[in-house]
């Protein structure tokens, strides 16, 4: 028997030094008013193994979305898993679906627009070329769910 996980974003952060890979991310305390969405996807978008993702505090920078997350896939049809996965979990977990869906068919770039949250599933070679984490590299990143390690 499988136990059930829920998915719940972090109730606490420890606030003194918040550090991923050597950069500043946000603490709790600061992304109070970001809408959770953004977390529940980050964790389907890693239980379908996503690479490189990246979520980003877009308040204060654009006024297109309060945040962006981005990732990519090996492939085209892992591209398509992880937004079938995200589309999923927000509807099922938070009542939330998208207001648009875009480059599902091809699977090189999927935008998934829930208004206050952009998801962003690249391939590869169209995350290097797009780089939109070099052109919002002014905005803050959010500390991402701790991602449990395969079992051996």
């Not at 052109?135 to 769910?145: G, H, I, N, T, W």
Request: charged share 25%.
């Amino acid at each position: 028997m499988q136990a059930k996980v829920t998915r719940k974003p972090p109730v606490s952060v420890d606030t003194e030094a918040a550090v991923v890979l050597g950069e500043e991310v946000l603490v709790q305390e600061e992304t109070a008013d970001v809408s959770p969405t953004w977390f529940l996807a980050a964790q389907a978008a890693q239980d379908k193994q996503a690479v490189d993702l990246v979520a980003l505090d877009l308040r204060g920078v654009t006024t297109m979305a309060d945040t962006f997350l981005i990732c990519h896939g090996r492939n085209n049809r892992q591209n398509q898993a992880i937004a079938d996965e995200i589309e999923s979990v927000l509807k099922t977990e938070a009542g939330e679906r998208p207001v648009n869906i875009e480059g599902y068919q091809t699977g090189e770039w999927i935008l998934m627009d829930y208004g206050d949250l952009v998801v962003h599933v690249f391939s590869e070679k169209a995350r290097t070329y797009y780089d939109l984490d070099r052109l919002y590299r002014e905005a803050k990143k959010l500390e991402l769910p701790v991602d449990p390690q395969p079992p051996q």
